[in-house]
């Protein structure tokens, strides 16, 4: 399988603080690679320095094996983090000046229809909802059907219904061989959709693989948890009270059963599923009243929450708000496109 992106050691500060880290990765051909962290880890900073639009890097970025500023436009689509096009035109009207960038653009109208917004195609950007002007700026991303996609949050503000429109077009753009690299803060959307994940904290890669493959390694063992019944009414256990959280869990501890308290019960690890009724029938025999039993497997979430779960609101967050900040005397890049202008930090972009 072909790469098509390639990072190797890329560093990046602003000032005394470190965005990134000597990051290296590879994305094929085809795949959808999702990029998760914590605010302030550098992941918006990692887009900007692969796709060309932030002030010179350490280290070495190649682009279907160009730098990413000589890479042709029509080549590679962008949905950055933050766009605000002029509120006073319609979504028709952006997507046909987008579309007028590109000699071989996709019919405005069929962009439009893609992201849900045939019927409201004709309404101010600005009178549109939150979800329905970002799925306005998506258009604007795949306008040029690129064959590298670069989504950073293309669901901030979605709800449900166009989560699941965004989702559809990102693994129908990839059956079709688009590479897709998204950033995202929803562990189920990177583990639903990513063919592979990196985990990026404190401007470092600290984690890459396919999400089975995170989980398996870091994140933890299944879980049942346990709510305690308070009065016992309405539980198939005899006990007409119950103790407090830590009594029951160091009751199951003597009988071998690895337990910790909660706020509500107890939480039960290192059992399979098919000894959850060993653990009910130790639970009853001490008299524990329950209200609730529920399984839980590992997942991404877990395996964020253990690599990178101290690092929200960091330092980073700092100079990535500093990064899309514009520069003395440059150009704000509003568009979901790398177009001919300077970008935020003042480097020549695309």
Same mark, same amino acid.
């Given at each position: 399988?072909?790469?098509?992106?390639?990072?190797?050691?890329?560093?990046?500060? %602003?000032?005394?603080?470190?965005?990134?880290?000597?990051?290296?990765?590879?994305?094929?051909?085809?795949?959808?690679?999702?990029?998760?962290?914590?605010?302030?880890?550098?992941?918006?900073?990692?887009?900007?320095?692969?796709?060309?639009?932030?002030?010179?890097?350490?280290?070495?970025?190649?682009?279907?094996?160009?730098?990413?500023?000589?890479?042709a436009?029509?080549?590679?689509?962008?949905?950055?983090?933050?766009?605000?096009?002029?509120?006073?035109?319609?979504?028709?009207?952006?997507?046909?000046y %987008?579309?007028?960038? %590109?000699?071989?653009?996709?019919?405005?109208?069929?962009?439009?229809?893609?992201?849900?917004?045939?019927?409201?195609?004709?309404?101010?950007?600005?009178?549109?909802?939150?979800?329905?002007?970002?799925?306005?700026?998506?258009?604007?991303?795949?306008v040029?059907?690129?064959?590298?996609?670069?989504?950073?949050?293309?669901?901030t503000?979605?709800?449900?219904?166009?989560?699941?429109?965004?989702?559809?077009?990102?693994?129908?753009?990839?059956?079709?061989?688009?590479?897709?690299?998204?950033?995202?803060?929803?562990?189920?959307?990177?583990q639903?959709?990513?063919?592979?994940?990196?985990?990026?904290?404190?401007?470092?890669?600290?984690?890459?693989?396919?999400?089975?493959?995170?989980?398996?390694?870091?994140?933890?063992?299944?879980?049942? %948890?346990?709510?305690?019944?308070?009065?016992?009414?309405d539980?198939?256990?005899?006990?007409?009270?119950?103790?407090?959280?830590e009594t029951?869990?160091?009751d199951?501890?003597?009988?071998?059963?690895?337990?910790?308290?909660?706020?509500?019960?107890?939480?039960?690890?290192?059992?399979?599923?098919?000894?959850?009724g060993?653990?009910?029938?130790?639970?009853?025999?001490?008299?524990?009243?329950?209200?609730?039993?529920?399984?839980?497997?590992?997942?991404?979430?877990?395996?964020?929450?253990?690599l990178?779960?101290?690092?929200?609101?960091?330092?980073?967050?700092?100079?990535?708000?500093?990064?899309?900040?514009?520069?003395s005397?440059?150009?704000?890049?509003?568009?979901?496109?790398?177009?001919?202008?300077?970008?935020?930090?003042?480097?020549?972009s695309?």
């Amino acid at each position: 399988m072909t790469d098509v992106l390639v990072a190797e050691d890329v560093r990046k500060r %602003y000032g005394d603080a470190t965005a990134l880290d000597g990051v290296t990765l590879t994305v094929r051909a085809g795949e959808v690679f999702a990029l998760i962290g914590p605010n302030g880890a550098g992941k918006t900073t990692l887009v900007r320095a692969l796709t060309g639009t932030t002030a010179p890097t350490e280290g070495s970025v190649t682009v279907f094996g160009e730098a990413p500023t000589a890479v042709a436009r029509e080549r590679i689509g962008v949905l950055p983090q933050d766009f605000s096009p002029p509120g006073r035109l319609t979504g028709r009207e952006l997507i046909e000046y %987008y579309a007028g960038l %590109y000699d071989d653009a996709i019919a405005p109208d069929e962009v439009l229809s893609t992201v849900g917004l045939a019927d409201d195609a004709d309404t101010w950007y600005e009178k549109l909802s939150g979800g329905q002007q970002r799925r306005v700026c998506l258009g604007a991303a795949l306008v040029n059907d690129p064959e590298l996609l670069f989504l950073d949050e293309p669901t901030t503000g979605i709800d449900p219904a166009g989560r699941r429109t965004v989702a559809e077009r990102v693994r129908a753009l990839a059956a079709g061989g688009t590479t897709v690299f998204l950033t995202t803060h929803d562990m189920e959307e990177a583990q639903r959709l990513a063919d592979r994940v990196g985990l990026l904290a404190g401007g470092e890669l600290v984690a890459i693989g396919r999400p089975e493959e995170l989980v398996r390694e870091h994140g933890g063992d299944a879980r049942l %948890y346990v709510e305690l019944d308070a009065d016992g009414a309405d539980s198939e256990a005899t006990m007409a009270s119950t103790p407090d959280p830590e009594t029951v869990a160091a009751d199951l501890a003597d009988d071998g059963v690895a337990a910790t308290p909660t706020e509500r019960g107890v939480e039960i690890t290192g059992i399979d599923p098919t000894e959850i009724g060993t653990a009910v029938e130790t639970m009853e025999s001490r008299g524990i009243a329950y209200s609730s039993l529920t399984w839980r497997e590992p997942s991404l979430e877990d395996v964020y929450m253990e690599l990178a779960g101290d690092e929200e609101g960091g330092a980073g967050s700092e100079f990535e708000a500093r990064a899309r900040a514009p520069a003395s005397g440059g150009e704000r890049t509003d568009g979901p496109r790398m177009t001919s202008a300077r970008s935020s930090d003042g480097g020549e972009s695309r």
